[in-house]
């Protein structure tokens, strides 16, 4: 079935150690989105590429970086973790161009910050 | 600019109760409505979609009608079981040209038997 995937599904991570978090997409959508969750809240928008063109929130930390090497897999780098910085991440894809731009989400990896 | 206000949680139901989740738009353009749903520990699932004035979208027994006069997606659904639980979220895409969807702030769903 074509889907996002998003590994791992859980991370740990210890204070100030990178990390990665990789999304897939089988779906060959134009656009990938990388969100934050916290606990009981709507999920957060931090940066989206459309195809290779990046677009970062205004408000989104320094700390993440992302990368995109080609359509299907989409990287959230977190340079120096702290503790404010775990949650659950979602990948999400969308078709792009004209159209309802109906989102596709993975099932999220959550990271713990020790 | 664009905005999704949703009723607050949690909405506590018996089984087999007369779900409604209110939601109301406010939006730029003429936007899509969407119900995603979110199961503990899960990424969002879109649950249902409507793309213009009168539009009912449906999806599992849930059910909503793009309301443009009063800007409004309620989500409703006649009968709940427990595995209905869930966090429920209305959003917005202006097709006008953003690909940023905006969110509403969630409504829990809690089923009982």
């Known amino acids: 079935d074509a889907m996002v995937i998003q590994n791992p599904r859980y991370q740990v991570t210890q204070f100030g150690k990178p990390v990665t978090l990789s999304c897939s997409q089988t779906?060959?959508?134009?656009?990938m989105y990388w969100y934050q969750q916290k606990s009981s809240q709507a999920p957060k928008l931090l940066f989206h590429?459309?195809?290779?063109?990046?677009?970062n929130e205004a408000d989104t930390p320094d700390n993440f970086q992302s990368r995109r090497p080609n359509t299907s897999f989409c990287f959230l780098d977190i340079r120096s973790p702290g503790l404010g910085d775990a949650a659950m991440y979602l990948c999400a894809t969308s078709r792009g161009g004209q159209g309802n731009y109906e989102q596709y989400f993975g099932p999220g990896t959550r990271l713990t910050v020790t | 600019g664009n905005s999704v206000t949703q009723m607050e949680g949690p909405v506590t139901l018996s089984e087999e109760a007369f779900l409604t989740i209110n939601c109301t738009y406010t939006?730029?353009?003429?936007?899509?409505l969407f119900w995603y749903v979110q199961y503990p520990g899960e990424g969002l699932q879109l649950l249902l979609k409507?793309?213009?004035?009168?539009d009912k979208g449906s999806n599992k027994g849930f059910e909503a009608t793009y309301r443009k006069e009063t800007t409004s997606f309620h989500l409703e659904k006649g009968s709940v079981q427990v595995s209905d639980s869930a966090v429920y979220f209305c959003a917005l895409s202006d097709r006008g040209g953003s690909y940023i969807p905006t969110f509403g702030r969630g409504t829990s769903l809690i089923v009982h038997p």
């Open positions: 939006a730029t353009g003429y936007p899509s």
């Open positions: 409507a793309t213009k004035a009168d």
């Open positions: 590429y459309y195809d290779k063109d990046f677009n």
């Open positions: 779906l060959n959508h134009n656009v």
